[in-house]
Nanobody, 117 residues
Framework: QLVESGGCVVQPGGSLAPLCVAS????????MSWVRQSPGKGPEWLAH????????YDNDLVKGRINISRNNTKNKLTLLMTNLKPEDKAEYHC????????????WGQGTQVTVSS
């Protein structure tokens, strides 16, 4: 089970670090990703980290503004987001897998991020 937290309302230009905590199995067994979904839009992959955490990949749309990190010992996954923009408003989900978009990938319930002044 994946449970996200840390979403809130933040001002444009601000920073946020949603957290994902896993239970029931070790995230160290999986590639992990963050995806987001806005109302009326399909899910959008943001970033992926390999099982060890040594390799990371970011979507070009958010490159330079996000950093995915993981702590396999604590079974946690974090997405540090900086310079947030109104278009970053979405529900953010952690997921197993390299994109979070495969049928076999498992999502958490999500945490809502709103960027507004």
């Amino acid at each position: 089970q994946l449970v996200e937290s840390g979403g809130c309302v933040v001002q444009p230009g601000g920073s946020l670090a949603p957290l994902c905590v896993a239970s029931g199995s070790s995230i160290g067994s999986y590639d992990m990703s963050w995806v987001r979904q806005s109302p009326g839009k399909g899910p959008e992959w943001l970033a992926h980290t390999s099982r060890s955490g040594h390799s990371k990949y970011d979507n070009d749309l958010v490159k330079g503004r996000i950093n995915i990190s993981r702590n396999n010992t604590k079974n946690k996954l974090t997405l540090l987001m900086t310079n947030l923009k109104p278009e970053d408003k979405a529900e953010y989900h952690c997921s197993t897998g390299r994109t979070g978009l495969a049928n076999s990938d498992v999502w958490g319930q999500g945490t809502q991020v709103t960027v507004s002044s």
